[in-house]
C-alpha cells in the first residue's frame, strides 16, 4: 500500500525555525515534493528531492533519507505569511508522474 | 505568465444537476489531472490525461468524466452532483519525460451542492 505520514498541526513563533517531518511507504520511489497550501487556495510547489541530502532555496531547505523513508522540510526566520498547510508528495511507480499526497501539515506562526 | 487557470471558482449546483468545471493552461504541458480535495485531507487524484491518453484512478466514481478536446483545455463534468461532491477540485499540469516532472496546479474551484 501507500502510505504518508505527517503530523497533523504545529505552532511557531515568528522568527523561529521550523522543522515539518515526513514519513512514507510507496511501491517505488521517484521523488519527493513539498507543497505549501494556504486556506482556500492551491498548492504551491517549495521543493523536490529524490537523491539523499539536503537542498536549500532560501528560508526553506529539505531533507531526504530514501532507506529510512523519510524527509523534512525545515522553515526558517519564519514569517505570519508562512501560515498554511505543508503537503508533502511522492512519486511512486515509474511511468507515470502520479503523487501519493499526505494529509498536510497546518502550521500556525504566531507573533 | 504562462499558468494554470480554473473556472469558475466557486461553483454553485443543485443536487442531482450536471455541472461542468473548466481548466486551461498556458504552460503547453502534456500531462493535466483532476484532483478532489475535501477540508483538512489530501488531494485526491480523479483521474489525467496523458496527450489525449484519458486514465482513470480505479476509484472514481462513474458520476465523474473528464474531456481534454485539446492540449490546452481540460473538463470536468459531475453528471449528478450529490451532497458528498461538494469539495475542491484541483487542476494541475507537469511534462512528462522532464526531470523532476513537477506538477502545478490552478487556483481550483469550490463546488456547493445544495
Known amino acids: 500500500g501507500q502510505n504518508i505520514d505527517q503530523p497533523t498541526e504545529m505552532t511557531a513563533t515568528e522568527g523561529a525555525i521550523v522543522q515539518i517531518n515526513c514519513t512514507y511507504q510507496?511501491?517505488?520511489?521517484?521523488?519527493l515534493f513539498w507543497y505549501q497550501q494556504h486556506a482556500g487556495e492551491a498548492p504551491t510547489f517549495l521543493s523536490y528531492n529524490v537523491l539523499d541530502g539536503l537542498e536549500e532555496k532560501g528560508r526553506f531547505s529539505s531533507f531526504l533519507s530514501r532507506s529510512k523513508g523519510y524527509s523534512y522540510l525545515l522553515l526558517k526566520e519564519l514569517q505570519m505569511k508562512d501560515s498554511a498547510s505543508y503537503l508533502c508528495a511522492v512519486k511512486g511507480d515509474t511511468g507515470f508522474q502520479k503523487l501519493v499526497f499526505g494529509t498536510g501539515t497546518r502550521l500556525l506562526v504566531s507573533p | 505568465d504562462a499558468m494554470v487557470i480554473q473556472n469558475p471558482r466557486y461553483q454553485v449546483t443543485q443536487f442531482g444537476k450536471p455541472v461542468t468545471l473548466s481548466c486551461s493552461q498556458t504552460l503547453n504541458h502534456n500531462v493535466m489531472y483532476w484532483y478532489q480535495q475535501k477540508s483538512s485531507q489530501a488531494p485526491k487524484l480523479l483521474f489525467h490525461?496523458?496527450?489525449?491518453?484519458?486514465?482513470n484512478e480505479a476509484d472514481t466514481p462513474d458520476n465523474f468524466q473528464s474531456r481534454r478536446p485539446n492540449t490546452s483545455f481540460c473538463f470536468l463534468d459531475i453528471r449528478s452532483p450529490g451532497l458528498g461532491d461538494a469539495a475542491m477540485y484541483l487542476c494541475?499540469?507537469?511534462?512528462?519525460?522532464?526531470?523532476?516532472?513537477?506538477?502545478?496546479f490552478g487556483p481550483g474551484t469550490r463546488l456547493l451542492v445544495l
Open positions: 510507496t511501491s517505488g520511489f521517484n521523488g
Open positions: 490525461y496523458y496527450d489525449k491518453d484519458f486514465n
Open positions: 494541475a499540469t507537469s511534462r512528462a519525460g522532464g526531470n523532476q516532472e513537477t506538477q502545478y
